[in-house]
């Protein structure tokens, strides 16, 4: 292999997987990183890949969109899978983790490996004439941001992103709560769940609706990603709203009374020891002191002492269609490189994943090997359909789930009912990778 070097410019998800993934195949990396030196809205360290919104990786049903993605990525050995596991905590069917756990372990893997140079300091640009991938996240840095507008000719696609409260499991009422996963799917010790009557359901949503919000800037089109919709945002489309969407009660019973609550908080471990929790759904750009006042009329919730809590920021994303080739590389600038949610992706795996695609073909590259993207039929070419094959006037921030897959391309599909489908879907998306890897990457 030859003596290229690649940089790497951001150490969150897609970041830290792409350095682990070239370097781990003889590739020496150079892992730019502004935190802490400069920290962004939303973070707090300098650690790699901090978790800044849910601690939660998603679904880890085999045959679901998420399942699928895990199941290549592992297959070629993704650090954030392995890290993940590790520093896992209980989530039912989701793949929750010990953030702090998480991070560390991350840190301490690309810290440690002899080929990665882990370099502080703000990113204003490309490395001329090196090739350079920009893993920066939504929350790219300003001068960052006006080079890739510049590049591609755009500087106004964005959503806006909440992040939710976390309590101290200490003052929780655990008097007014029950431990429960919904349907007892999984571990049943998995959510904490807050019930509320109807009265006292109404009397929360009468309050998040009058409670002061932060507005947003004058310059600013408030545009949220459909999957972390503030939940005031919600209940502004109907009082029961909510109670169908982030708090709704179905698979639950409370011990208490034996029947289902009309409505429910769940709260997710935070950590291992369990000593904080995370309001899921819960995501808001309420004032602080209304989030206070407001979700303490959850009555499990009435004396918590929040440790966190909620926030907003803006995530900037490209047009990927538009300004992106096939290979991740932007239209123009052939040696620069683009991953994680600043191409479109939303959420931690998806991005992990965008790292690891950006990375093979950055491998591929350096191998003096043409360029071969996995197969629409496989859960890593399914994303990537979207980030550079999706309609461009239509483009939005996507999560991984079936509406990515066309199941007219798996064959052992057609017919099927539609949980036989995902099964079958995940089972031939699998050996598809597994073909693609060998004959084209490994």
């Known amino acids: 292999m030859s003596n290229i070097r690649v940089h790497i410019v951001g150490s969150g998800l897609a970041g830290s997987e792409a350095a682990h993934f070239l370097a781990s195949r003889g590739v020496p990396v150079v892992l730019h990183e502004m935190r802490p030196t400069r920290l962004t809205e939303a973070h707090k360290t300098g650690q790699c890949a901090e978790l800044v919104c849910s601690n939660s990786l998603k679904s880890k049903n085999p045959a679901s969109a998420p399942g699928m993605l895990k199941a290549e990525m592992r297959h070629v050995g993704s650090l954030i899978l392995q890290a993940a596991e590790k520093a896992s905590v209980p989530g039912g069917e989701a793949l929750a983790v010990d953030r702090e756990i998480f991070a560390d372990d991350i840190t301490r893997v690309l810290s440690n490996h002899p080929l990665i140079e882990r370099v502080a300091g703000e990113v204003e640009a490309p490395a001329p004439g090196e090739i350079t991938l920009l893993a920066t996240g939504p929350l790219t840095s300003e001068k960052l941001c006006s080079w890739i507008a510049k590049a591609t000719g755009a500087d106004d696609l964005y959503f806006y992103d909440a992040i939710a409260p976390i309590v101290d499991a200490s003052s929780i009422d655990m008097g007014r709560a029950f431990l429960a996963n919904r349907y007892d799917k999984g571990d049943e010790e998995a959510y904490l769940n807050c019930p509320m009557s109807d009265e006292e359901y109404y009397a929360f949503i009468d309050a998040l609706t009058g409670a002061q919000k932060v507005p947003p800037k004058a310059f600013e089109e408030e545009k949220y990603f459909q999957g972390c919709q503030p939940i005031e945002a919600i209940s502004a489309t109907g009082r029961d709203s909510l109670r169908f969407g982030p708090m709704k009660p179905v698979g639950l019973t409370d011990p208490t009374s034996g029947r289902r609550p009309y409505a429910v908080v769940q709260l997710r471990p935070e950590n291992r020891a369990r000593t904080a929790y995370n309001l899921v759904g819960f995501q808001t750009k309420l004032k602080y002191g209304e989030q206070s006042r407001v979700f303490r009329l959850i009555p499990a919730l009435r004396n918590a002492e929040f440790l966190r809590l909620g926030s907003i920021h803006r995530n900037t994303y490209v047009c990927g269609p ?121």
Not at 346 to 360: D, I, K, P, R
Not at 410 to 430: C, I, N, P, T, V
């Open 322 to 442: 538009r300004v992106l080739r096939p290979d991740l590389s932007l239209k123009g600038h052939p040696k620069v490189y683009l991953a994680g949610q600043i191409t479109g992706v939303e959420g931690y795996l998806e991005s992990a994943a965008c790292g690891m695609l950006a990375a093979t073909f950055i491998l591929q590259r350096v191998k003096g090997l043409p360029h071969q993207a996995p197969p629409a039929n496989t859960a890593l070419g399914a994303l990537l359909r979207h980030i550079t094959a999706s309609d461009p006037k239509n483009y939005q921030p996507q999560n991984a789930n079936f509406s990515l897959f066309d199941p007219s391309f798996f064959s052992s599909a057609q017919g099927l009912h539609k949980d036989d489908m995902k099964k079958a879907m995940a089972r031939e998306a699998y050996e598809n990778f597994n073909s693609w890897w060998s004959a084209h990457v490994q």
